[in-house]
């Protein structure tokens, strides 16, 4: 069964506007953790927002905000103010802290995003 | 912040040779290595997962002797893709952690390697 859900293969949005990319996953462990990382086009993996299944509140990292519903699962992710060079594939990962695995993170499919002008 | 270096970014040999891609923590101990492969426009696959001074663990369908992971040192793992054809050609990238990190940190990226087998 997929853990790690990105319901929006791709999505648009208009520059200095707000968007929200989807991320649900599945987990019987109750200490994880969910990461959000973007990709450009360049290819590399840039670490943007990270969220712990007992933090209280929801984490912030300047323009980007995780939108945590611990009952369902979501966690989402919301980029305000869109810029061109948010232009990217953008996923979602997690990693359950008591399975012994390393550290090993569970990946989403990810979220084309293209800001346009 | 920690920085993972990997080389070569792009590589394009002739099928049947082998290419070696080196992943290295520059200023830090990685005590584990996960390698990915990535086709266009796909989310990462784990290939396999490297503890600094043991065998890799290799995911399911990932051949061992077709990817050889090797991770000697603190500092230094490598993916030697073995007598490559032109279906290896891929994006792959390699992440780090140390031991002792914060469950809350996250894993430091390469910047990957294309590999074009023609």
């Known amino acids: 069964a997929q853990k790690i859900t990105q319901t929006q293969p791709g999505m648009f949005v208009q520059e200095k506007e707000a968007v929200t990319l989807d991320c649900t996953y599945d987990t019987s462990d109750p200490s994880y953790g969910l990461f959000w990382y973007k990709q450009p086009s360049s290819g590399e993996m840039i670490f943007l927002i990270y969220q712990g299944s007992y933090d209280q509140q929801n984490a912030t990292e300047g323009r980007y905000s995780l939108n945590f519903q611990k009952a369902r699962k979501s966690a989402n992710l919301v980029i305000s103010a869109s810029q061109l060079g948010d232009s990217a594939m953008y996923f979602c990962?997690?990693?359950?802290?008591?399975?012994?695995?390393?550290?090993?993170?569970?990946w989403g499919l990810g979220t084309s995003l293209a800001v346009n002008p | 912040g920690a920085v993972v270096s990997q080389h070569p970014s792009w590589v394009i040999c002739k099928s049947g040779t082998s290419v070696k891609i080196e992943c290295r923590s520059l200023d830090f101990q990685a005590t584990t290595m996960f390698w990915y492969r990535q086709f266009p426009k796909q989310s990462l696959m784990l290939m396999a997962t490297s503890n600094e001074g043991s065998k890799a663990t290799y995911e399911q369908g990932v051949e061992k002797d077709k990817f050889l992971i090797n991770h000697a040192s603190l500092t230094l793992s490598t993916l030697t893709v073995t007598s490559a054809h032109p279906e290896d050609s891929s994006f792959y990238i390699c992440?780090?952690?140390?031991?002792?990190?914060?469950?809350?940190?996250?894993?430091?990226f390469g910047n990957g390697t294309r590999l074009t087998v023609t």
């Open positions: 992440s780090a952690s140390g031991s002792g990190t914060p469950k809350y940190s996250p894993l430091h």
């Open positions: 990962a997690m990693r359950e802290d008591n399975a012994g695995n390393n550290r090993k993170l569970i």
